[in-house]
């Protein structure tokens, strides 16, 4: 027997509910012993049905939450691969976009050093040409200067000595004829004046005629000399002053094809 009987004796409780045997006018008695004995009853069924139920609720529980687990790790596990999957795409991309723009900046860079080089060059070099072209430009428009001046020069000494001997020949022609003229006169007044009054008159007449003749002979000789003289020296200044022209346009021409 217990000693120690709790807070509520329930062993001695127990023991005399256990123990009551109700009689035969004892319909309380009989039945509190059968309800209770039926609630044991209903109780141990109920509780063997609720073990039976906990267990397999556990077991359904258990294979619902193994199953909830493996989906979760299944859905985890593929979330994971799938953010991996794209996490590294993503970085790839990044790496690729960055190592791209890093290769056309560099190549940017190349191009435009290679561009400023080649035009600082260029125009170093055109700056050259150019002086070059402008100093033997200038030196060949001074040669072809220098050649037209004494080409001319030597033109209008040429123009000027043709003119004097010209215009030489010219008065010693008219001085030679002058003479021969006067002294046709004076040998025509010489006969003239031995003859009568009337040959006098017609000696006269004839050398006054004569005399005509011959200012007008000698001015229309003297203009045919000069209309002669002077188409001479225009025909030849135009010829001249032509071939002058070639020349100096050959020497410019010549200049030029050495220029370049």
Known sequence: ?????????????????????????????????????????????????AKDMAFTQSGIAKGNMTQAADLELRNKAALMNDEFNKGTLNMGAQFEF???????????????????????????NK?????????????????ADKFEYANQGNENKTITDITKDSFNQGANFDYMDKLADNQNIRDMAKIGFT???NRKNLAATGTQNRLDYVVQGEQQRYGIMQQGDEGRRTQNNADRLEAGKENRQAARSRATARAF
């Open 98 to 124: 960055q190592n791209r723009f890093a290769e056309d900046q560099n190549v940017r860079d190349i191009t435009k050093d290679t561009t400023g080089s080649a035009v600082n060059f260029e125009l170093g």
């Open 195 to 197: 003859g009568d009054e």
């Open 1 to 49: 027997m217990s000693i120690d009987k709790g807070m509520f004796n329930y062993q001695d409780v127990m023991s005399k509910f256990y123990n009551y045997e109700p009689g035969a006018d004892d319909s309380e008695g009989r039945s509190i012993k059968n309800s209770f004995m039926s609630n044991m009853v209903q109780s141990g069924y109920d509780a063997s049905l």
């Open 127 to 143: 700056a050259a040409e150019n002086e070059s072209i402008r100093q033997t430009t200038q030196g060949s428009t001074e040669r």
